[in-house]
Structure formats: C-alpha cells, structure tokens
C-alpha cells in the first residue's frame, strides 16, 4: 500500500509540474545520425581517430546549445569530458585451434566455427594442448533457487562448453522467470563464473533464439578488438579463454564423444543435471595478445539547477560503435552503428538544446552524459557509476536512449526489462498526454535490462530506465513494427549495413523526445525522489543512502 500511495503521489507532482513540451525537428535528428554514422566517423570505436571526432563533434554541438562543461574538474574548471582508462586487447598474428577427438584432429576457423576474444587477462599469450571440455549446462550457481549447475565439479584445468540464456527459457516456465532472461542468462554472468571456478575459459553454444541475436552478431562483438574497465586483478573476472561456438559444431563434437546435444540440453533444464565431460575430446589453442591501457572518453554537458544544483537529472546515451572490423560480403568494414547508437546519441543532443532554450532553468541540474564503450561491456557506464561526477545519492534518476527507431511514430512505447520503480510510473503517466500506452518489454529472454547503460547506475541503487521505441506503429499497426525489428536485429544489428538512410522519417523519434523532455523536466523541477518497488533487487541499495536526500 505505500508503494502505491508513493508511486501515486509522485505521479500527481510530476502532473503539477508538467511544462508544454517543445517540438523537435526530424530533419536536425536525421542531419546528427547522417554525420556521426557516416564513413568518415570510422564506427566510433574507443580509442580512435572515429573517438577523436566524436568527442568533438559532441562538444561542439552541446556549445552551441548553450550548455556548460560537465566533466572532470581540470585546474579546478569542468570539463567537457572524463578520461575512462581501458584494458585494450588484440589477437595478433595467427590463431591456431585444434580440436581433437581419438586420432582425429580438426582445425577450427575464427569467426566461422567459433567466436574466441583476445584474453582480458593481461597475458601476452594463450598456450594450451589437449585441455578437456566439460559441459556445465547452463553455467548456474544460484542458491537462492537451490540451483547448482556444478555439482561439485572441479573446472581447473578444463575448458566450460555451456548453454546461452537461462534454464527454463525454452519451456516458459520455472525458476528464472520464464521467459525473462534474469542475470545468471547473460553471457557475462556465464564468463565472470567459469573465471570464479578457476576454469581455463568458458565456450558459449550459440543458438539464436535464447540468445537473441544471429551468429554475425556474435563473430562482429567478439573477433575484434575487445577492452575492459582497468582491473587490479583481471583474473578474477576473465579466464584466458572467453568464446562462442557455433550450435551444429557442437552436436557434432558431443556425437565424437558419444553424447546426445539435444538430451543433455533436457537435462540442463532441470535440478538433477550434473556436469559431463566430453570424453575423448580435448582442444589445442595457440595465439599471441597485445594488451595495453589506452583512455577513452565519456562526454558531460550541464544545465545548472537555480534551486538545488547538488540534486542532478541525467539523460544518457552511448555515443561509441564497433569501429573498423570484419568486412562483410560486400566488403564493407566500417561498422557505422547508424541506429545503434546515433539516434540516441543525436536524441541526446536535441534534448540538450531543448532543456537550455527553456527558460526559467529548472530547479535540480540536468546533465546530458554520453558515454564510451558501451559496446564493449558497457564500460563507459560502469566507469562513470564506480567514479560519478556526481554524488549517485543525490542522482534524482537516469533516462537511457540506446536504439530509437528511426521510422515512423507508435502508439507505444517500452523500456529495456521489466523492472518495477516509480520513475516508470511517471513515464506512464506522463505518456497518456500524447494517448501513448506502455508495452511491457516485447522480448524478455532477451536480458535487454543488463545491455544497457542505465544498468550500471541500477545495480548501484540509482531509478534507471532505458527507453525504447514502440512496436505498434501508427502506420500498419504491430505487423509492421514487429517486420522492422525482425529485418534490423536479422540484417543490420552489429553489422556494417547498420547505415544512415535517407529515407527515414524520423517523426517517431522527435515525438517520443516530447515525452523525455516534459519527464525529465519534471523530474528537475520536482522535489520527489523515485525510487526502485519495494520488491526490487535494487531497492536496498538505494535506501542505504537515504539520509542523504532528506
């Protein structure tokens, strides 16, 4: 009953607060999009000249709109930036993988067979022969639902072959909620671990559906070069070897070893599996790394509050993509990252440029933050959530825009998850102004929640959400949202075609930044603090900080 009366009045001050929302112009949304994922930009990955003219392009546009620096403090000034110190690695010169099975033996093929990322060990090589494979299920060790993958299983010195996503994914039903990916499905759950258990690494089965995404996706994330947050002892969180595998290999090596993928699948997705080693089957891996520390950057612009310039709004985006990788059939090897994220980069800016015009400046301080690497881990925002600029206790709450459809408008909208807290209340209510409705997340298995920069700031106590675009378009209804979602993840997503197109419309997009002004807006010209359902995950962690909002 508090929850509800809480939710309720926050809602009625937001509704008290509530400013005609400016109107935001298509043509400047596409305009941003065009230049940031265009050939030039180079894919925007850290650490590059894509980075260079990034950062600058952002800093200059959140000039022109009138905003101050929000960044470090330099010589006792902010700046427009905060240096984000990153592990950068690469496999370099060749990658021998051999797999071998009785007296057979099988040369594997980065990228095509399997997906292996360059170790975030900090080792200079990888070297092994023969390591046995062990297959752990679903790689879960979860005592508050009396599941254990393990059984026991002593993995040093083996390699972890494991399933993607959650155990009851396929039968809808259980202890993981279903449907809806929890953590232990994400394949960084699965990777940090194996590295717990001491095991040489952990080779994930790629199947698309509990996934979510296709094997290009994955042979593009995870062949290029990969960075992580600065460790000060990386071997706890990675094992030398983090991979993925390709689904028909794997029914293919269990046969070698006398097993039934499928059956074993069965069983994983109960209580009483146990681990079982792939007998006669071993793997050979030989290849150099090239680590070094390189820095990135996030970008922070500020509106300063007139009343309580302590208390900040933020609005996030991540402005990085997958930079020069692969080349695809057609040769094309710049990753432009044209939808993800450009538009939510370009939204950023455009709401930027709205909340200075608007005059008086509103009570709490808004800051626009566009972070790095996200793509990598989301490191950007984990970095900034370890080292915030400002204090998380007196953050009113996160607005995330990570992948706006660029089409047409919808009658809906959602958000990354289906976490419960009162600033979705607010979004709620406040959408009803432009006759929207609220879809929960239409792909839960998904783990959309954990893929996105506001879950950083979530973990740590912060009201975060990450917005998304509806599926029920206006024009041709759910059939022709769900065609869109299904031909980008199929033909774009992580890809080099995800470009810029002049045919996009972009009206969908202006429309919903209507709806993220007025709440943003009304969240700096408020007094309420959101916070997360009483039953959430992350209620305790932002309570430990309450004497700090009163």
Do not use: C
């Amino acid at each position: 009953m508090k929850k509800v009366l809480l939710s309720t009045l926050i809602v009625a001050a937001f509704a008290a607060q509530a400013q005609t929302a400016p109107s935001f112009a298509p043509a400047q949304l596409s305009q941003h999009v065009k230049i940031l994922a265009s050939d030039e930009f180079e894919g925007r990955a850290p650490n590059s000249v894509g980075e260079t003219k990034t950062v600058k392009y952002l800093i200059d546009q959140f000039k022109a709109a009138g905003l101050k620096p929000g960044g470090d403090l330099v010589h006792g000034k902010r700046g427009w930036t905060q240096d984000v110190p990153l592990g950068r690695f690469d496999i370099e010169g060749p990658l021998t993988l051999t797999l071998h099975s009785g007296d057979q033996t099988l040369s594997l093929k980065q990228g095509e067979d399997v997906a292996f990322r360059a170790a975030m060990t900090g080792a200079k090589r990888v070297d092994f022969d023969k390591v046995p494979l062990v297959f752990v299920g679903y790689g879960v060790a979860a005592p508050e639902r009396q599941w254990d993958d393990f059984k026991g299983m002593d993995l040093k010195g083996k390699l972890a072959v494991v399933l993607i996503n959650d155990p009851d994914f396929e039968t809808g039903q259980g202890d993981f909620g279903g449907k809806a990916m929890t953590y232990y499905g994400r394949w960084t759950y699965k990777y940090e671990e194996m590295a717990r258990r001491g095991a040489v690494g952990t080779i994930i089965v790629h199947e698309t559906a509990p996934a979510s995404y296709g094997w290009n996706t994955v042979k593009n994330s995870n062949t290029n070069t990969m960075y992580d947050i600065v460790r000060k002892n990386p071997k706890e969180a990675h094992a030398p070897v983090e991979a993925w595998i390709q689904r028909d290999l794997t029914v293919d090596i269990f046969k070698r070893a006398g097993l039934d993928f499928e059956a074993l699948k069965k069983q994983a997705q109960t209580r009483d599996f146990k681990p079982v080693e792939l007998k006669g089957v071993s793997l050979s891996a030989h290849y150099a790394v090239k680590a070094q520390v390189i820095k990135s950057k996030n970008v922070l612009a500020r509106i300063d509050g007139s009343e309580h310039p302590e208390q900040t709004v933020i609005y996030s985006a991540h402005w990085d993509h997958l930079g020069v990788g692969q080349p695809d059939a057609k040769g094309d090897k710049i990753y432009n990252g044209a939808v993800d994220n450009a538009t939510g980069t370009a939204a950023l800016l455009e709401l930027a440029r709205a909340h200075a015009k608007q005059q008086p400046a509103p009570k709490r301080s808004i800051v626009f933050l566009a972070v790095t690497a996200e793509e990598r881990g989301l490191l950007g925002s984990e970095y900034y959530a370890a080292n915030p600029v400002y204090p998380l206790a007196t953050t009113v709450g996160m607005i995330n825009m990570d992948g706006f459809s660029p089409h047409g408008p919808a009658r809906n909208f959602t958000i990354s998850g289906s976490a419960k807290l009162d600033l979705l209340d607010a979004l709620v209510a406040k959408a009803k102004q432009w006759n929207l409705s609220y879809s929960p997340d239409p792909y839960p298995e998904a783990g959309h929640f954990f893929r996105s920069d506001h879950f950083p700031m979530a973990k740590r106590g912060v009201p975060a959400i990450s917005y998304g675009s509806g599926d029920d378009l206006v024009d041709g209804g759910k059939a022709a949202g769900k065609a869109l979602d299904e031909a980008y993840i199929e033909k774009n997503y992580h890809q080099p075609s995800d470009e810029w197109s002049a045919s996009w419309p972009f009206t969908g997009v202006a429309r919903d930044l209507e709806l993220l002004y007025g709440l943003g807006r009304d969240l700096a010209n408020g007094s309420s603090w959101p916070n997360w359902a009483s039953d959430s995950e992350f209620r305790a962690e932002r309570d430990k900080s309450a004497d700090k909002r009163k």
